[in-house]
T-cell receptor
Framework: EPEVTQTPSHQVTQMGQEVILRCVPI?????FYWYRQILGQKVEFLVSFYNNEISEKSEIFDDQFSVERPDGSNFTLKIRSTKLEDSAMYFC???????????????FGPGTRLTVL | DAKTTQPTSMDCAEGRAANLPCNHSTISGNEYVYWYRQIHSQGPQYIIHGLKNNETNEMASLIITEDRKSSTLILPHATLRDTAVYYCIASLGSGGSNYKLTFGKGTLLTVNP
């Protein structure tokens, strides 16, 4: 069964450093998402991406964050200068093309645990 | 998205049906009810969704009240692997291209042997 994959599974970085979290969505999916979950808290939406551009972003997704689909398979989240409060589990998700009258669910990856020291 | 209210936690015996309630009294006519679950430290997983009618798939059944103000997710024969946080989300369905998911705190279902 196709699945979303994410690398690395755990990333430890120093405050102020740049990190890139990588995701490989399911191959025929067209909608891509990043969510994060701070330990013990809710899963929070960060950004959605479609047709090579951001379609929606949350207040969390400020200028320190960026997303990119550099090739036909990868979808990345970059944090330019990490802060302590960026420590969280980051989930990538993808969804197939929306078909009229049908619901195409989001498929989530296993997550990358980011620890900022 | 309409606000949903779920119990913080529930227990269920292995092999018995697990019935997880959700209140969504402010749901609008075109908002669907979606259920996802998150097994510890894993990414959320889609379970089922519905608009007005009751729905069933290989994972679960969804019972929506006639006034649509509440719903119940039913896992007919819970197993230990069903221990997870279950999220009820009320949101627009296939209309928008983004369809972000807005998660609440969900219900922690613990299935006991």
């Amino acid at each position: 069964e196709p699945e979303v994959t994410q690398t690395p599974s755990h990333q430890v970085t120093q405050m102020g450093q740049e990190v890139i979290l990588r995701c490989v969505p399911i191959s025929n999916h067209l909608y891509f998402y990043w969510y994060r979950q701070i330990l013990g808290q809710k899963v929070e939406f960060l950004v959605s991406f479609y047709n090579n551009e951001i379609s929606e972003k949350s207040e969390i997704f400020d200028d320190q964050f960026s997303v990119e689909r550099p090739d036909g398979s990868n979808f990345t989240l970059k944090i330019r200068s990490t802060k302590l409060e960026d420590s969280a589990m980051y989930f990538c998700a993808s969804r197939a093309e929306q078909t009229r009258g049908a619901y195409n669910e989001q498929f989530f990856g296993p997550g990358t645990r980011l620890t900022v020291l | 998205d309409a606000k949903t209210t779920q119990p913080t936690s529930m227990d269920c015996a292995e092999g018995r049906a697990a019935n997880l309630p959700c209140n969504h009294s402010t749901i609008s006519g075109n908002e669907y009810v979606y259920w996802y679950r998150q097994i510890h430290s894993q990414g959320p997983q889609y379970i089922i969704h519905g608009l007005k009618n009751n729905e069933t798939n290989e994972m679960a059944s969804l019972i929506i009240t006639e006034d649509r103000k509440s719903s119940t997710l039913i896992l007919p024969h819970a197993t230990l692997r069903d221990t997870a946080v279950y999220y009820c989300i009320a949101s627009l369905g296939s209309g928008g291209s983004n369809y972000k998911l807005t998660f609440g705190k969900g219900t922690l279902l613990t299935v006991n042997p």
